[in-house]
């Protein structure tokens, strides 16, 4: 059985109440049992959000939301980088040429790439941009955690194949 199955067996393995499932949603987001318990419609939210955090079925319903995160960050990481590195500077680039943008105009530019924009006593303007080749070398590394990570999880996928053989 593949790693990322066992998260799905965990889900089914673990059916929750709608209250639980809105309780593990808003702890993730808080991090305050008492909170969420009351966010979730519990009756008694100081006793009901530890209780809750005690429970096996919530403890793995946290820890699988938990990773689904940490793989949603690294996601956006390597996307937010791939825009550093390999993104357009044309709408920077045009707005040396703006006398005095609008709000309007500033938002539909992409200034993504932009780390700083100052305007001089002499009424000039300087932009100054994120390291390309730093969001490089960062994609480069992550490119080889990710192929060293992945190493990692077949050979848990493939211990976990031979126990089932074991039974």
């Known amino acids: 059985m593949p790693f990322e199955n066992l998260l799905e067996v965990t889900v089914i393995k673990n059916k929750l109440t709608a209250r639980e499932r809105e309780f593990c ?14 966010r979730a419609g519990f009756r008694n939210p100081d006793s009901e959000g530890e209780r809750l955090l005690c429970n096996e079925k919530i403890c793995a319903e946290l820890e699988r939301l938990s990773e689904l995160r940490g793989r949603l960050l690294t996601a956006l990481s390597v996307i937010g980088y791939q825009r550093l ?8 680039a045009s707005l040396l040429f703006e ?3 609008s709000r309007e105009t500033l938002g539909k530019m992409d200034l993504f790439l932009v780390s700083e924009i100052r305007r001089p006593k002499d009424g000039a303007m300087e932009i100054k ?3 390309r080749a730093r969001a490089l070398e960062k994609l480069a590394s992550l490119s080889m955690e990710r192929e060293s990570s992945g190493s990692l999880y077949d050979a848990i996928g493939s211990v976990a194949e031979r126990s089932e053989g074991d039974d």
Request: no cysteine; hydrophobic share 45%.
């Open 129 to 131: 941009f994120f390291d």
């Open 85 to 92: 590195a390999f993104g357009s500077a044309a709408d920077a």
């Open 99 to 101: 006398e005095n943008p």
């Open 25 to 38: 949603l808003s702890f993730m987001q808080s991090g305050d049992a008492q909170l969420s318990a009351r």
